[in-house]
């Protein structure tokens, strides 16, 4: 703890020290045990007399805060204090905005059997040697200064080789910024392309967080429905400046945006002069043979802004992704990267690059992509026998969750909260409407164990 | 690489598989000796008969694209080939707003002699042993899923202790959000306190990268002037909604914040109904015995959001500060923070929290601080003795850098590139204005060994 001295305050030099010494004591940043710093060095510290410490000391030991040690030196006495909880009050508060986003919902798993929430990634599959081989040759060196706002220049390389080679998409490096995470990206685009009060178009059912982000940057955010075959481009305003899509597996519903569309999507963006971003989050877990092309290799005109993740393929706690924007947009995204949080992490960048290079990524998706697909096999069958009437299971061939559609009458509130009576944590889909919500629910497999599908679907139709 | 088939396509499945490779073998994306994937496995994969892939990979080989190996299997033949520079038309442009960012400005160092730009550590005194054994640690583990926007309890609690030892200042983990570093934690306080068109006030001469932020939220920046005694209070506009500033070493000019200043500046707030962000970014490296206590210990009633980073304690490039505010500010925090980008990386925050409760930073910082009060003392004294007739070196006792105010003419733009031209960087204080600059400039000795400040100063003076 460092000791302040004020020599313009009313109260002496022993009263400030001591004062300080016992509030710290009081509200617990100095704990039982705790050793006071020696009188010689804070008196040279704060250029008081070594006497005038003795004395401020002497007066806590008195008071019985404080008891002297056989070593020599102060320590302070065996009490017991509460952690501080300072009372602040409420003179700050949030915009109207700032304070309708959804709080933190903090994750109960601790409780749950079966957590088939969607977005979790099987951590157990996670590949900790070889990950962290990777950053241990990268804490070789020291972290070092401030770097490229869009990305260690390796790392881009290294990206552009992996998308090319796992999702046929060609960019050049200079092309690409590395972020903390789709949204991180989206944030970005956002920032650098729209205006407050700009049209944006996002699929109705979507994702909830993209579209609170882009509210957030007051934009009106339009809901565009989806059907069998992905987003009705008909429906699209005419004024959207930017359409979010996800076009090799639809959040939620997990259909693939079909060919047709693809070209009306990319024609409409050329007629309407818009952007487009493709949100590639999970494609890189196909379940069945056949192709998943990414929107981007058919854009001919710079309008799709590739946005991918290492959430799933990884971890999302490893909080870094990717995008790949036309030429024109990389100056604006970089400084506004920049000016918001500098550089992706050294370390995470020099990891990630060696394990892109060494191949690690590929043999761990090979790997990973076999136990996911049993899981979403076994799951897709469990719940085709056991689901009861009125729910309908949607098909998907990617991702890592799966789709049903509860009856059409208003959406069930306590669904959520019967299930995890049950153990069973799930994704209700009520906040991926912004209109007209179905009792509809997410079952992600990620961190579900193949032999606990079945007792999860039981526990789940009980709660049904 | 991954291979598509298009049932739909006119051309046939031997030409679309012969197409792809050829066009990714003359764009780069494969190179001489890659191995073309198993014929057998691209054929279960697209659902095609194998002889379909084997004809395919056929016609490759005649055409000199592809060879034959000894083992079997396929490789792409030995043949230069550009790096892909795909031309992508300006479709998607900047809004005027997100152009006027300034462009990241890659750095020079390989090219100098003397790095002495501001905001430089030096990379040497890192921890390497003891960050690398948190980090190891952290990294038995995988990293897991996504977790609480505002940080680990953990960490924050960590975090706790070592403000209220380091800095006498007392809050509750729960008032903690762990951030990527002190402009992310501005970005977040904009995002949820203010409007656009609000008064935000700012130092003048400040730092840059903090107003191009919240010039980039759409705010009415204002600057502040700065005397002797830091912030001139009075000067503040009564509409301002918030205040940033640097109390304890004041960006760029170094002045501490006057104990008259700091009460005014408090009253003011209350008056005026504002927030105060206290950017306290380098004030563990004081050079001088005396107090240098933060302005977020004087306030009483919650108006001041104290901001931190571990930028120059350890590295900027761990991308690691936090905040702490009035808890009525933290839920919108936390979900702001969630929807840009969810959550501090799980490693980081773990290795990180072992790192401060180990006592790893505060034996740190003991040493580096020996090493940057030599270096501060001996380049105080070389600029003293050589700075030319016109070049005034202000005073600090904190932080790593000293700055030096020019002539009183107009700015010279090419001093910068005549400093580089013998060797030296610095950071200019042009940016740091937004009317009426000087000529004057910091000159940072974080990565400057105190054995070569003399010959840097030579230069440097040569350069005036």
């Not at 020696?38 to 008081?48: F, M, Q």
């Not at 804490?139 to 080789?161: E, I, K, M, N, V």
């Amino acid at each position: 703890m460092e000791l302040f001295f004020d020599p313009d305050d009313d109260r002496s030099a022993i009263r400030q020290l001591y004062e300080q010494i016992r509030d710290a004591i009081l509200d617990g940043r100095l704990t039982a045990g705790d050793r006071l710093l020696p009188t010689r060095g804070v008196a040279a510290d704060l250029g008081l007399a070594r006497s005038t410490i003795t004395e401020a000391y002497g007066r806590l030991t008195a008071e019985g805060y404080v008891e002297g040690r056989a070593g020599g030196g102060s320590v302070v006495a065996e009490r017991l204090v509460a952690y501080p909880d300072s009372e602040m009050p409420a003179a700050l508060t949030p915009t109207p905005l700032a304070a309708s986003l959804r709080a933190y919902d903090p994750a109960p798993e601790a409780r749950a059997r079966f957590d088939l929430r969607a977005g979790r990634v099987d951590a157990g599959l996670f590949p900790v040697a070889a990950w962290r081989r990777c950053q241990l040759a990268a804490l070789r060196r020291a972290p070092g200064q401030y770097s490229d706002p869009a990305g260690s220049t390796a790392l881009r390389t290294a990206l552009a080789h992996w998308m090319a080679a796992s999702r046929g998409v060609t960019v050049t490096p200079e092309q690409i910024v590395v972020t903390s995470g789709t949204s991180h990206a989206i944030d970005l685009v956002a920032r650098v392309l729209l205006e407050p009060g700009d049209v944006v178009a996002v699929e109705e059912p979507g994702y909830p967080p993209v579209r609170e982000l882009l509210r957030a940057h007051r934009l009106d955010v339009a809901g565009v429905p989806v059907d069998r075959h992905g987003i009705v481009v008909d429906a699209i305003p005419p004024a959207a400046r930017l359409v979010c899509v996800t076009p090799s597996h639809q959040y939620p519903l997990g259909v693939l945006l079909g060919r047709q569309r693809r070209r009306d999507l990319l024609r409409w963006a050329r007629r309407a002069d818009a952007a487009i971003i493709e949100d590639d989050y999970d494609s890189e877990f196909r379940h069945t043979p056949g192709p998943l092309e990414p929107l981007h290799r058919l854009d001919r005109d710079g309008r799709v802004i590739y946005v991918g993740t290492f959430s799933k393929t990884l971890s999302p706690a490893i909080r870094t992704g990717f995008m790949a924007a036309p030429h024109t947009l990389i100056p604006a995204l970089t400084a506004a990267r920049q000016i918001v949080d500098w550089c992706p992490p050294a370390t995470t960048q020099q990891a990630l690059t060696l394990f892109l290079n060494d191949g690690h990524l590929s043999r761990h998706l090979h790997r990973a992509r076999a136990v996911y697909t049993q899981r979403h096999t076994r799951l897709h069958h469990e719940l085709r026998q056991r689901l009861p009437a009125g729910y309908r299971l949607l098909p998907a061939d990617a991702g890592l969750h799966l789709a049903v559609v509860g009856p059409n009458t208003p959406p069930d509130p306590d669904l959520r909260h019967r299930a995890a009576a049950r153990g069973v944590l799930l994704t209700s889909l009520r906040r991926s409407y912004q209109q007209h919500p179905t009792a509809s629910f997410l079952l992600g497999f990620g961190a579900l164990p193949t032999g606990r599908v079945a007792p999860a679907v039981a526990a789940l139709t009980e709660a049904l």
